[in-house]
């Protein structure tokens, strides 16, 4: 049983344009919510996160949208650009358990 | 402050052979895990450890072996080598296990022929 659904697997997007990757999780006593960033050759690294007592949490031009009752949470990447590119995966958690992680979405981001 | 330290970073070995992925943190954290990546599998969990002396299987435990007998350390051994087993491997360490920051070492790129 796959806890955190990801989509899509793969995303292209223009220099300059919007980056929506989303998630849907089954459990609800999940409290934490993080999105990892990871280069090629390079481990995961935290990016950003929001614990659900917030529906949105702003870094920069990196945002995560929180939709409690829909158990969906959403990374946007505005004004994406080349070096954003990479493999992105949330993940949810509560205290005292792993991680759980989503597959992974790989993003391009094309001049 | 190196973070976390794993290596090998390369490793290639045959069918049946056995070895240890080493994973080392300076950062004085209770909680350890191994993860392998597989494409368009994400990051799967292996084995964990909430403290020195303690370890649990994850979600894909079997053909793996783990220790942990001091905070710093938390070795990953495979038994007996099979194909299958072929991955990248990261290990990760947070303050605490869930709803706090993992770090993750750079992998280890593991194959088996």
């Known amino acids: 049983q796959q806890q955190v659904k990801q989509s899509p697997q793969s995303l292209i997007v223009q220099k300059g344009g919007i980056s929506i990757i989303n998630c849907a999780y089954e459990?609800?006593?999940?409290?934490?919510f993080p999105w990892y960033q990871q280069f090629p050759g390079k481990g995961p690294a935290l990016l950003i996160a929001?614990?659900?007592?917030?529906s949105e949490k702003k870094e920069g031009r990196f945002t995560i949208s929180f939709n409690k009752s829909a158990k969906q949470f959403s990374l946007h990447i505005m004004d994406s650009q080349p070096g954003d590119s990479a493999t992105y995966f949330c993940?949810?958690?509560?205290?005292?358990?792993?991680?759980?992680f989503g597959k992974g979405t790989r993003l391009s981001v094309i001049a | 402050n190196a973070g976390v330290t794993q290596t090998p970073k390369f490793q290639v070995l045959k069918t049946g052979q056995s070895m240890t992925l080493q994973c080392a943190q300076d950062?004085?954290?209770?909680?350890m895990s191994w993860y392998r990546q597989d494409p368009g599998m994400g990051l799967r969990l292996i084995h964990y450890?909430?403290?020195?002396?303690?370890?649990d299987q994850g979600e894909v435990p079997n053909g793996y072996n783990v220790s942990r007998s001091t905070t710093e350390d938390f070795p990953l051994r495979l038994l007996s080598a099979a194909p299958s087993q072929t991955s990248v491997y990261f290990c990760?360490?947070?303050?605490?296990?869930?709803?706090?920051?993992?770090?993750f070492g750079q992998g280890t790129r593991l194959t088996v022929v």
């Open positions: 929001i614990r659900p007592d917030v």
């Open positions: 950062m004085n954290h209770e909680y």
């Open positions: 993940a949810a958690s509560r205290r005292n358990t792993p991680l759980v």
């Open positions: 459990n609800t006593a999940f409290d934490y």
């Open positions: 990760a360490s947070s303050y605490l296990q869930g709803s706090t920051e993992a770090f």
């Open positions: 450890s909430v403290g020195a002396g303690i370890t």
